[in-house]
Nanobody
Framework: QLQLVESGGGLVQPGGSLRLSCTTS????????VAWFRQVAGKEREGVSC????????TYEDAVKGRFTISRDNSKSTVDLQMNNLKPEDTGTYYC????????????????WGQGTQVTVSS
């Protein structure tokens, strides 16, 4: 059974950093992608970043380029999102998602989701 478990959210001041981690289990091949999405109340889930597990290619939403870094550790089946220089608009519930195929920042591409972790950027 495919499972995703997130960790690492919290409260941070503007300009601070957080690292989110997603542990995956149940995939039988490396041809899948893992992405991070952010959701705020009343809005659709927004793609933040994605990594292809097989070749490590990455994709970022324009608003986070240069501040966020997605990385994978295939030996541990984890995908981390390092978030630096956080801004109040980065606040939301962050979800890890995975599915077979290439990277995408469109939430309907992904059929498997974690439970979410809250990130709040506030002074």
């Amino acid at each position: 059974q495919l499972q995703l478990v997130e960790s690492g959210g919290g409260l941070v001041q503007p300009g601070g950093s957080l690292r989110l981690s997603c542990t995956t289990s149940g995939f039988t091949s490396d041809f899948y992608s893992v992405a991070w999405f952010r959701q705020v109340a009343g809005k659709e889930r927004e793609g933040v970043s994605c990594v292809s597990i097989s070749d490590g290619k990455t994709t970022y939403e324009d608003a986070v380029k240069g501040r966020f870094t997605i990385s994978r550790d295939n030996s541990k089946s984890t995908v981390d999102l390092q978030m630096n220089n956080l801004k109040p608009e980065d606040t939301g519930t962050y979800y890890c998602a995975a599915d077979e195929g290439r990277c995408s920042l469109w939430h309907r591409t992904f059929g498997f989701w974690g439970q979410g972790t809250q990130v709040t950027v506030s002074s």
